[in-house]
């Protein structure tokens, strides 16, 4: 089984002059601080197809990321064959070995094909539901699919479309999607029956752990549709693996302008509230962000001053990019923040923040008053 050592994942790290500040170690894993994330909105535009992210992945390994992460539905599957390319042609220029990568896929939303098929509920019941791999009712919005059959396919194909045998993390895909339709209850059962799915797929090494990949359900305050209590998907877990569980990990929106899993008393752990990463710290989960540049939504106009020098001091940082991007590796308590580009020198210059070390804790937490 070829997956992510903590040796090889070391031994990448080390290749690189800030390694010490730029990686951070997880479980078994060293991480870079920075993950590149391949998600682009709006997939049914034909923009999204005249470009590839083959060139970008490339750039980004050779600069010093090794979390690369994307999903069965984005871009219809084209993320995740680019990617596949891309890891190709980095192991054939023997650029790095597989064991030094951190590769992640999601599964949950129906992918469809590309190019899209002429019509989508067809493909639907040719391909889920008269394979038996869900029922109508797994089914929500004609998109999101919640049933352990279907997710083990989709881990299946996301294989075999990036020419992996096993990913480190692979994630149960905005699943607060249905949570208002199931009922918390109801919800809970059906994240059981996907967690001891996992936990087998674990066992099968198609998967080395597992997560849950959101957008509202950690940021919502309590009470809200769509929100979810960690601790509660800590115990199904532990439920179907026992203490020696394999879900270890989740992703959830973070940026400059939406910082509630650092701000917001979201949860509860052992009937005491906190925020979302005090609580993944205190059961012993991994954090991964999404959406850092807000898919660019936060450059509408410029940083205020004081938050250039709260996070640059030295003035070394050249654009408002690179300082949202600072600003995601230097919240404590997460292991990597995830980023979207396309073009390689783009990729090339964001990362040119590691050669800084991450903002003081004191200038980070006084952000927050700016």
């Not at 990729?347 to 004191?362: D, G, P, V």
Request: hydrophobic share 40%; with cysteine.
């Amino acid at each position: 089984m070829n997956v992510a050592t903590t040796e090889a994942t070391y031994n990448f790290a080390k290749k690189f002059s800030t390694y010490k500040d730029f990686y951070i170690k997880h479980n078994d894993l060293v991480f870079s601080k920075l993950g590149l994330g391949t998600f682009n909105k709006e997939p049914y535009k034909e923009e999204n197809y005249v470009f590839h992210y083959i060139e970008g992945v490339k750039q980004a390994v050779k600069s010093g990321i090794n979390l690369i992460d994307t999903a069965s539905n984005y871009r219809y599957g084209q993320s995740e064959k680019e990617i596949g390319i891309a890891l190709k042609e980095l192991l054939d220029e023997k650029a790095v070995t597989r064991e030094e990568l951190i590769i992640c896929s999601k599964g949950g939303f129906i992918q469809l094909d590309f190019p899209f098929p002429k019509n989508p509920y067809v493909w639907i019941d040719e391909n889920i539901l008269n394979a038996n791999l869900a029922t109508k009712e797994d089914i929500e919005l004609d998109q999101h699919c919640m049933s352990a059959d279907f997710i083990e396919w989709s881990c299946k194909k996301s294989l075999e479309n990036m020419g992996v045998d096993c990913f480190d993390i692979y994630y149960l895909h905005n699943p607060e999607m249905q949570l208002q339709k199931l009922g918390t209850k109801t919800f809970l059962k059906k994240v059981e029956s996907i967690f001891k799915r996992f936990e087998k797929m674990a066992d099968m090494g198609l998967i080395k752990y597992y997560g849950v990949a959101v957008w509202n359900a950690f940021i919502n305050e309590k009470g809200s549709a769509e929100h979810i209590n960690l601790e509660d998907l800590v115990k199904v877990a532990q439920k179907v693996g026992g203490e020696n569980h394999r879900f270890k990990y989740v992703q959830t929106p973070f940026n400059i302008a939406k910082t509630s899993i650092y701000t917001m008393l979201t949860q509860s752990v052992r009937g005491e509230d906190c925020t979302l990463l005090q609580a993944a710290h205190r059961l012993n989960i991994g954090v991964i962000s999404s959406s850092s540049l807000l898919q660019m939504n936060l450059f509408k106009k410029s940083f205020k001053a004081e938050t250039g020098y709260l996070l640059d001091p030295n003035m070394i940082l050249e654009n408002d990019i690179q300082l949202a991007l600072h600003f995601c590796r230097s919240t404590p308590g997460i292991i990597s923040s995830l980023f979207a580009s396309k073009a390689p020198v783009h990729i090339k210059k964001n990362l040119e923040i590691t050669k800084l070390k991450s903002a003081a804790r004191a200038n980070y937490d006084l952000m927050y008053r700016v």
